[in-house]
């Protein structure tokens, strides 16, 4: 069958950003059956035993308790599960002195959805026919956000600035607040902090002058915390959330575990989770009260919060370092070569400045050497305009063994170097 697709059936049955190069990577593996890749491309967190085990005890509670029927034999509120949303409020205000309800509380099946919702709630056209922008204030981020809006024309991302520490072959971005533009054409604003891909923690200060831009106009700000504390921790500098009347602070328990159970949180304005709500109500009615059920034992107790910081973080940090060190060690000193400041997530960001090849041509030549990464050009959804720096850069997932990812850099510096002598020589 070959029906006629809609406008949003033509955009939603295409794959954007890194969703669509996994199809290469995955007939990768499979047509190089007896080749041996080492594959960073990865966003799936590894499995660590102690985590699985937070999990299974939470499950073998939930399935001795009286509860189970109730759980998994019946349709509950769109809200979340009750238990979920109460331990979350308890835990939120204990830990960060807030005075949440459970009005301000939804739990979404995992936070792809929540920025699907969010997108087309306050995205696109409003009932008079006027744009509302999606407005992404620091590009690259998470290559998920070129999918969720129906309206494509209303994602707009912003150019960072570049905050380069040339002897350390160091980098980071900024935000570049003479740029952003946050009017009364804003729908909302949304990013990752800690940031899927490059490992980016936007400061407190950062954040409260992206919120304020955004406050006088009414416009909801979108923190994407996957990767924040308290769970999964996934930030190896400090760093505080931040909260704030027009602030949404979005979780997702993926990283701590979970991302088989779908279970995503936002957390801000009541009348901006009523939104949510209905459209999640009309969209598939609730997340699954299993994953809730679970996730509101992990909570209560403590042990996800503190499996958080003792587990899940040092395990993704010291992979970090491994990477670090290893291209410290094994890349060529003259060539400018900037990996971006690791401050969080699973991923690390290698920008290679006059690259002789774009992005996706180093992938294929990595691919020759067995090792596989994710062409940076994939992470800059809604930045539209020409800038050489989406062709120098590649995301490498901190998901291999130690070392997988100390000889997945040895061989990406030999390329590296190797494209670089040739390029000179031809010069
Ligand atoms: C920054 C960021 N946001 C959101 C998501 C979506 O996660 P989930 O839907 O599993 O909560 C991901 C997944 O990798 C992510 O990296």
């Not at 003479?178 to 923690?201: A, Y």
Request: proline share 6%; with cysteine.
């Amino acid at each position: 069958m070959n029906p006629a697709l809609t406008q949003f059936g033509a955009h939603m049955s295409k794959l954007t950003g890194v969703r669509a190069i996994m199809k290469d990577i995955i007939e990768t593996l499979r047509a190089g059956a007896g080749q041996q890749f080492i594959n960073l491309s990865a966003g799936n967190p590894l499995i660590l035993p102690e985590v699985e085990q937070l999990w299974r005890d939470c499950t073998a509670q939930l399935l001795a308790s009286p509860d189970y029927g109730e759980v998994v034999c019946r349709y509950g509120s769109s809200q979340g599960y009750a238990p979920l949303v109460e331990a979350v409020v308890e835990d939120f205000n204990r830990r960060f002195g807030l005075s949440l309800s459970e009005r301000n509380i939804l739990v979404t099946p995992g936070s792809q959805s929540l920025y699907f919702y969010a997108a087309n709630a306050f995205g696109g056209y409003t009932t008079s026919g006027e744009l509302k922008q999606i407005v992404l204030p620091l590009s690259p981020d998470y290559t998920g956000y070129g999918g969720v809006t129906l309206v494509p024309e209303a994602l707009i991302a912003y150019k960072p600035t570049l905050d380069i520490d040339a002897a350390a072959h160091k980098f980071k971005y900024r935000p570049d607040f003479s740029k952003l533009s946050i009017t009364e054409k804003t729908g909302c604003v949304i990013f990752s902090r800690p940031c899927n891909p490059t490992g980016n923690v936007l400061t407190d200060d950062e954040v409260k002058k992206i919120a304020a831009l955004a406050a006088p106009y009414d416009v909801p700000v979108f923190i994407d915390s996957a990767y924040g504390p308290p769970f999964p921790a996934l930030n190896f500098t400090q760093m505080t959330p931040i909260f704030g009347n027009n602030i949404m602070h979005c979780m997702s328990l993926s990283k701590a575990g979970l991302p088989g159970e779908r279970i995503g949180i936002a957390i801000g304005d009541e009348q901006v989770i009523e939104v949510l709500e209905s459209f999640q109500t009309n969209a598939c009615l609730h997340a699954s009260r299993y994953g809730q059920a679970i996730a509101a034992r992990a909570i209560t107790s403590g042990g996800l919060a503190d499996i958080s910081t003792s587990v899940i973080r040092p395990f993704y940090q010291n992979k970090f370092t491994v990477l670090e060190s290893t291209l410290n060690e094994a890349m060529p000193k003259d060539l400018p070569w900037f990996l971006h400041r690791g401050e969080g997530a699973i991923f690390a960001w290698l920008w290679l400045p006059d690259l002789p090849i774009t992005d996706w041509e180093f992938y294929q030549e990595l691919k020759r050497v067995g090792v596989i990464v994710v062409p940076g050009s994939t992470f800059f959804p809604g930045l539209e305009e020409e800038w050489k720096h989406k062709q120098e850069c590649v995301r490498i997932s901190l998901t291999g063994s130690d070392e997988e990812i100390a000889t997945g850099m040895q061989r990406l510096a030999k390329v590296v170097q190797q494209l670089y002598q040739v390029s000179a020589v031809s010069a």
